[in-house]
T-cell receptor
């Protein structure tokens, strides 16, 4: 069974700081999705990474897929209060997604 | 375009009562998922439909839970009888399944509290 581990589980930092959260799997995966969930809402897709070593940027967010396709990271530069939320990674396993437990991120003004 | 629509947004009920949660997926999506989210267990897949047919219900906790999808635009998740441990946020999501799962579009969730 493929498992996804996310770290840290919780992160609280000041506005303007940089941060990195991680998503690691026990197995190689074909693609991985990152979602952000804000309080009271459902998760929303941020990005899908497919190719080993791939780097994708979404404004201040940088997503990286490990060369071995067993890990991924999300780096946020100059974090803003609007970045607050639960960040979830999920790997595509046939017809369903396997979800990590998430990193709860709080950005303090 | 309207996203995934769930109702009710909030439900408070007493133990033993029947609860019905409703979902309208995005038009044209062929896959529908019901999830449950709690602090302790995160997102758990309950059941997955493809083209209105239940494909995998192994995540349904027990016989008290049932789900139907009578047509491409409507699905229900029913809990009967409800128990306090069923308290959670229930999400419906839809997608266009191709070679992979694709992007999941979630509703805003139904927060269930069973007293």
């Amino acid at each position: 069974t493929q498992l996804l581990e996310q770290s840290p589980q919780f992160l609280s930092i000041q506005e303007g700081e940089n941060l990195t959260v991680y998503c690691n799997s026990s197995s190689v995966f074909s693609s991985l999705q990152w979602y952000r969930q804000e309080p009271g809402e459902g998760p929303v897709l941020l990005v899908t990474v497919v190719t080993g070593g791939e780097v994708k940027k979404l404004k201040r967010l940088t997503f990286q897929f490990g060369d071995a396709r067993k890990d991924s990271s999300l780096h946020i530069t100059a974090a803003q209060p609007g970045d607050t939320g639960l960040y979830l990674c999920a790997l595509d396993s046939n017809y369903q997604l396997i979800w990590g437990a998430g990193t709860k991120l709080i950005i303090k003004p | 375009d309207a996203g995934v629509i769930q109702s009710p947004r909030h439900e408070v009920t007493e133990m033993g009562q029947e609860v019905t949660l409703r979902c309208k997926p995005i038009s044209g999506h062929n896959s529908l998922f019901w999830y449950r989210q709690t602090m302790m267990r995160g997102l758990e897949l309950l059941i997955y439909f493809n083209n209105n047919v239940p494909i995998d219900d192994s995540g349904m906790p027990e016989d008290r839970f049932s789900a139907k999808m009578p047509n491409a635009s409507f699905s229900t998740l029913k809990i009967q009888p409800s128990e306090p441990r069923d308290s959670a946020v229930y999400f419906c999501a839809s997608s266009i399944a191709g070679a992979g799962t694709g992007e999941l579009f979630f509703g805003e969730g139904s927060r269930l509290t069973v007293l």
